[in-house]
Each structure stands twice: as C-alpha cells, then as structure tokens.
C-alpha cells in the first residue's frame, strides 16, 4: 500500500480557496487516489477520486500531476462547513484482492469566519 | 442519496458484557466493513465481509469480535466481552465492488462507551 503524506493541519478563511497537498512517491500503476471528508463524530465521506491529471465534481477538484507521487485537494471558496479532516489515501484491489480504504492522520482545515 | 444506517447511534455498557451494533448498509452493495476511531485517533479498519464470510481483518479483530449478516438486510458487529479500551466510535461502510476506493459509503457511526 503506498504511503502518503499530508499536512496535519491548515487554515484558512471564508470565500478562500484551499488547497491541500498530498505526497505518495511509491504509488503504483494501478493505484488510484482517493480523497474523503470526515465531520467531527462522523463517518468519513467519500469526496473525490482520480488516476491522472486533473478530476472536477461539484464538491472538488483533484489535481493529479503525470508523474502521479502527489495530488492536490482543491477546494473552492470554503466555507465555514467546510471545516473537516481531509483524508488522501491511495490504492487499488489488485489482481484478485479487494482495497480496504486505509485511513492516514489526514489534514485538519479550520476554515475561519 | 443512499444511506448507511448505523443503530444505536450511542451505546453504553459495562465491561465484561456483550454489545452488538447494528448496520443496514445500502441495498445494492456486496461488501460491507467496520472501521472503529478511538477519539483522538486514526479510522481504523476492522473487518471486511463479502459473500457471507468475512474477507479480510485486521489485528485488532481478534476472537472477541465476530459479524454476521444475519437476514439480508442487516450487518452486524459483536463484541463478545467489552474492554475499556473497545471505547470509541465504530463505523459501518459498504461499497458496489471492492475495487480502487470508489463510492463506499460510511454510517454515521455507533459510539460505544464501556464503562
């Protein structure tokens, strides 16, 4: 499973955009990369998934360089609801296995008023 | 949007005694999961269960845990004899295909306190 690294914790402040790196160099050919949300006393919630370049829903953009050993959470104009753990992890069910999402410390955003 | 249900949403109970925590996870999925999160700490995985039988645990799933999926609907965590340190939240999670991380869903959880 290839290991991430992300910060522990941000800031920011209302109407801001954020943008929340996350460093993976041994990710593999098939890994994809996955970034989920977690509320205080909830339960993590699935936000955005890539495998390269650049991925846009409604929520986020993932930004995916071609060398793939890091992508970046964009988040635009957060609000104070925004303020959440941020979890990047990386990962595929191989041939034949089955992914477990596997949770890292993720990045704390405080989103300021 | 689908759901995973999580019941009882707070459980307290005394060490030594058996608790089961209660999942309905989202009616087309295959797999399903508990992950716990002591407060404070990382999202831990659990148990994974697919086809009736469970398809990979971790460490921390030893004998005094079991699941089960016991009417088509519901999935279900047993803690056989709680400890102290069982104290935390428990989360449910199923997903379509077991594959790459995409669309699986998680509950609100179950905070299990033993007392």
């Known amino acids: 499973l290839a290991k991430t690294t992300q910060p522990i914790s941000m800031d920011s402040y209302e109407g801001q955009e954020v943008n929340i790196t996350c460093s993976h160099n041994n990710i593999a050919t098939n890994d994809y990369i996955t970034w989920y949300q977690q509320f205080p006393s909830q339960g993590p919630r699935f936000i955005i998934q890539?495998?390269?370049t650049k991925v846009t829903n409604e929520v986020a953009s993932l930004f995916i360089p071609a060398d793939r050993k890091s992508s970046t959470l964009s988040l635009p104009r957060v609000s104070l609801s925004d303020t959440a753990v941020y979890y990047c992890l990386v990962g595929d069910g191989g041939s034949g296995g089955s992914y477990i999402p596997t949770f890292g410390r993720g990045t704390s955003l405080i989103v300021h008023p | 949007e689908p759901e995973v249900t999580q019941t009882p949403s707070h459980q307290v109970t005394q060490m030594g005694q058996e608790v089961i925590l209660r999942c309905v996870p989202i009616?087309?999925?295959?797999?399903f999961y508990w992950y716990r999160q002591i407060l404070g700490q990382k999202v831990e995985f659990l148990v994974s269960?697919?086809?009736?039988?469970?398809?990979?645990k971790s460490e921390i799933f030893d004998d005094q845990f079991s699941v089960e999926r016991p009417d088509g609907s519901n999935f279900t965590l047993k803690i056989r004899s709680t400890k102290l340190e069982d104290s935390a939240m428990y989360f449910c999670?199923?997903?379509?295909?077991?594959?790459?991380?995409?669309?699986?869903?998680f509950g609100s959880g179950t905070r299990l306190t033993v007392v």
């Open positions: 999670a199923s997903s379509e295909d077991a594959g790459s991380g995409y669309g699986y869903t």
């Open positions: 890539g495998y390269k």
């Open positions: 009616s087309n999925h295959l797999y």
């Open positions: 269960f697919y086809n009736n039988e469970i398809s990979e």
